[in-house]
Every structure is written in C-alpha cells, then in structure tokens.
C-alpha cells in the first residue's frame, strides 16, 4: 500500500464553498482504481486543506498521478501552494495498529 498527503490553501475560495465542491467531488473520488480511500482534510485556522490517499498499489498511485484528476489540483487557481509526497506504509506495525 501507499499513502499519497496533498495539502494546499485556499485562494479567494471560503471553507463553505470548498464545502461544497468537495461534497460533489467525492463520488468520483470514490470511483477511482486502486483508491483504498481518501480522507479529507481541512484546517481553516491555517487556511491549510488536503486530503489523505490510501492506494492499493504504488502502480494506482502513479497512475492517478499521471491522471486528469490529479493535474486539476495544480492547474485550479483557487488552490495555491500545492504540496504532494507519497509514502510507502509499513506492512508489520500498520497492521497492529488496524491497517489490512
């Protein structure tokens, strides 16, 4: 598995409307190959939003990466300083503490 962490800030966009966008995003979110599932983060005191990709495979990840979806981010005016970093999850632990 691999975690894939985008955070950005919002440009002249409230945390309402962002809302708003993300409850209709969501969905095709949902539909993408090889997402375990996305959580979706937000911390309006440091104007800091995000989210948090779990994919089966490192192959899913690079195949998003290489996608529309994940172009959008960089290419959408009303989300500056966008940062992305991937990580690989550790097998042993990350199933202890309730990973599959």
């Known amino acids: ?28 979110f ?18 800091t939003y995000g989210g948090v990709y779990l994919w089966e495979s490192r192959e899913a990840m690079d195949a998003y990466k290489a996608g529309e979806i994940y172009a959008s981010i960089g290419a959408n005016p009303a989300l500056v300083n966008v940062t992305a970093t991937d990580f690989e999850v550790i097998a042993g632990p990350s199933k202890v503490t309730g990973v599959s």
């Open 1 to 28: 598995m691999h975690i894939l962490i985008i955070n950005f800030n919002l440009h002249e966009l409230s945390r309402e409307q962002y809302e708003g966008v993300c409850d209709e995003l969501a969905p095709t």
């Open 30 to 47: 949902a539909a993408i190959p090889g997402l375990i599932s996305k959580t979706w983060l937000a911390n309006e005191e440091t104007n």
